[in-house]
């Protein structure tokens, strides 16, 4: 199983991963929002899938896609201390901002 990162790192896969989160999407819908041939669609949906990141129902003759969440946990994870970092920025913005307003700057 790949790991969620090397999966995320090509920029198809998370357009992939995007489109899936707004709903469960058919192959062929699929290909036609990414503009990609459906064999290659097809490949990345693979890679996806094998990483568990989305998972495939049929649907009569379809096949539908949707995104799973749970293994993203591992991506969450890194990303927590980058989150604390721009919060602790932003809150300091908007302490900057607020003094310029109690000197009449802002």
């Known amino acids: ?9 090509e920029p198809t896969r998370r357009r992939i991963l995007d489109l899936l989160l707004e709903r469960p999407r058919p192959v062929g ?3 036609e929002r990414l503009g990609l041939t459906q064999p290659g669609t097809s490949k990345h949906l693979r890679v996806l899938r094998d990483a568990g990141l989305v ?4 649907d009569a003759q379809r096949r539908v896609y949707e995104v799973r969440l ?8 890194w990303l927590t201390p980058y989150r604390r970092a721009w919060a602790g920025r932003l809150d ?3 302490r900057h901002l607020d003094a310029g307003d109690r000197r009449g700057n802002g």
């Open 55 to 58: 998972r495939a129902r049929q």
């Open 70 to 77: 749970e293994p993203l946990a591992e991506v969450d994870a």
């Open 29 to 31: 819908e699929l290909v």
């Open 1 to 9: 199983m790949s790991s969620a990162f090397a999966v995320l790192a």
């Open 92 to 94: 300091a913005l908007e």
